[in-house]
Structure formats: structure tokens, C-alpha cells
């Protein structure tokens, strides 16, 4: 919280803190505590599922190629059977399928759980959208490194500038996000204290003057969303080289290593670089969004802090010596 939040003892409402820096762990921690068990644990057990899952995905996707590698038998090897390639194939879907379902459930009931203890706002999407693309971008990568040891070698250097990049760019879209929520709070405050003092506002003419501090307010709040939008599209250029240039050093080692790799390895390989630059830009935007989806989750957490005023006739008034001991007119 901003150092600038030190009560002033002549002032009964205090400006709204700001949270600063990076989203800690311990918000992160404290929103999973909120399903009813170990905040760690859970993510733990949720991030196994999806690799589990996206592990049998990438399983389907090279039995395919393993079937027809071994159709060359069929006809002359006695013991080829198409029917148990297919049998395996459809079991291996099957599984791929339940697996699927069972790691989105687990996912939903989790953030259920905690949205029910922090707010009616659901933030499941963003942290769906971060295991799913960070999963499959993992099965991607492990893919395209089987089929060398030089292509995993060389994914060193560009993961660096790709984390580099990312943490670059939350550092200005969650401070550009939480600016956002507060100068969004500002135009509903505002409409509802129209709403509820239309019959004044009318009586004093004040019309105008209350038409433009909603457009002060709007614009204000605009401001920082067209930020918060222009600086994704900063992100998504550098990603889509970055991503092309992966594509480039599969293509070119495989290529030059014609003969030397089983087809169905370089097969896959190719195929899995190729969907690098859409799983790149979600991965990181999803981490993005999730991160600016816990700036809520943190203010939530931080006015749980604030202490409750005592509701009886035995409280303490605040700023007691400041209050009047009697009124006349």
C-alpha cells in the first residue's frame, strides 16, 4: 500500500490506497487458500493435471504418425492389425477427452470456491486460459527439443527474451490496470450519487456542471484502458518475432538433418513450431491477465483489513475532540 494512505485525524474519509509493485505470492496464495484448503497444494495439484493432460494430447498426436509409419506392413507382416492402431488410438482420445473435462472442473471448482469467499466476480477465465496455453505451449516446446538436442539448446537464449519481454511489459500494464479499476470506481461513485441526487441536481440547475464531471471522469478512465490496450499491442509484435524465429530454427536444423531424423519426429516437430506463435502471445497474455485479475483479488484482500466500526451506543467516536460538544443554530 502507498506510503501516502497515514490517517490525517481531521479527516473522516480517506482517498483510496493504491497497491504498487508486483502482484506477491502471498495474493496468489491467499485467493487459492479461499477454496478451503492449502493455497499451494491446490495449484500444485491443478498445474500436474494439466500437464497430465496435455501430455496425453501430444501422446495422440504422435500415435497418429507411429500408425501410419507402420501402415507400410500391412499386407506383408502378418502380425500388423490396423484394428489394435485403432483401438490404442481411440482409447488414447478417450482418456485425452476425460482428462480434459476432469482438469476444467477441477480448475471452475476452485475459483468457484474463492469467488464465493472474495466477490461475485468470477476470475476462472484468466486462470484457465494460463494453465491451458501454459501447458500446451510446454508440450509444444518438449516436442520441437526431442527431435534435437541443438533445438532444445537454442530455446535457451530465447526464453530468456521471451520472460524478459513479458516481465518488461507487466511492470506497465498492471500499474496501468490498477489505475484503471480506481478511475473506473470514480465514474460508477459518480453516477450513483447523480442518480440518488437527481432532484437536487435539478433544483439547482446543476446539470451541466455534473455533465462534465462525468466526462472528466470518462475520459480519465479511458485514458488508462487505450494504454492498457496499446501497450498489448507493443507485446504482440515482439512476441510474433520472437516466435517466427523459433519457427526458423526448426525449419533450418530440419532441413539440414534430412535423412537423419525419424519422419514422424520431424513431422511433429514442424507442426508443434508452427502453433508457437499463437500459444507464445497467449501464454504471456494470460499470465498478464491473470496477474491484473489478482490487482481485484488484492483489493479485496486489502479492505478486508480495514477495521469495522463499532455499531453501539459503548463506541468510541472517531475524532472525538474534534466533534462539537453541542449544536445551536
Not at 66 to 75: I, T
Not at 197 to 206: C, D, E, P
Not at 283 to 304: G, I, K, P, Y
Request: with cysteine; net charge neutral; charged share 20%.
Amino acid at each position: 500500500v502507498s506510503d501516502e494512505s497515514a490517517d490525517d485525524p481531521a479527516k473522516l474519509i480517506q482517498e483510496e490506497d493504491r497497491v504498487k509493485g508486483k502482484v506477491s505470492g502471498s495474493t496468489y496464495k491467499s485467493y487459492f487458500d479461499e477454496t478451503g484448503f492449502d493455497g499451494v497444494t491446490v495449484v500444485v495439484v491443478i498445474f500436474l493435471a494439466y500437464i497430465a493432460s496435455q501430455s496425453v494430447r501430444t501422446l495422440v498426436d504422435w500415435w497418429q504418425g507411429h500408425w501410419a509409419k507402420n501402415m507400410a506392413r500391412d499386407g506383408v507382416d502378418p502380425s500388423y492389425s490396423g484394428t489394435w492402431f485403432g483401438m490404442w488410438y481411440f482409447g488414447f482420445i478417450v482418456i485425452c477427452s476425460v482428462m480434459t473435462v476432469a482438469r476444467g472442473l477441477l480448475l471452475l471448482e476452485s475459483c468457484m470456491r474463492s469467488s464465493k469467499n472474495l466477490h461475485d466476480e468470477l476470475f476462472r477465465r484468466q486462470y484457465e486460459n494460463l494453465f491451458q496455453t501454459g501447458a500446451a505451449l510446454l508440450g509444444s516446446l518438449v516436442v520441437c527439443a526431442i527431435a534435437s538436442f541443438w533445438i532444445g539448446l537454442s530455446y535457451i537464449p530465447m526464453l530468456y527474451v521471451f520472460v524478459r519481454m513479458g516481465m518488461y511489459f507487466k511492470k506497465t500494464s498492471r500499474e496501468v490496470k490498477r489505475l484503471d479499476g480506481i478511475s473506473r470506481t470514480a465514474v460508477f461513485n459518480l453516477f450513483g450519487e447523480t442518480i440518488s441526487g437527481l432532484s437536487t441536481i435539478r433544483a439547482f440547475n446543476m446539470q451541466r456542471t455534473f455533465r462534465e464531471l462525468n466526462k472528466r471522469a470518462v475520459d480519465n478512465n479511458t485514458t488508462f484502458y487505450f494504454f492498457y490496450r496499446v501497450s498489448g499491442r507493443w507485446l504482440s509484435t515482439r512476441l510474433d518475432w520472437m516466435s517466427a524465429l523459433i519457427i526458423f530454427v526448426v525449419s533450418v536444423y530440419l532441413v539440414a538433418s534430412k535423412g537423419q531424423l525419424n519422419s514422424v519426429t520431424a513431422g511433429i516437430s514442424l507442426t508443434y513450431s508452427l502453433m508457437l506463435t499463437s500459444m507464445v502471445q497467449w501464454v504471456v497474455r494470460a499470465a498478464d491477465m491473470t496477474d491484473n485479475a489478482m490487482t481485484s483479488v488484492e483489493r479485496l484482500l486489502h479492505f478486508r483489513t480495514i477495521p469495522t466500526e463499532d455499531d453501539t451506543e459503548s463506541a468510541t467516536p472517531i475524532n472525538a475532540e474534534l466533534w462539537p460538544s453541542r449544536g445551536a443554530i
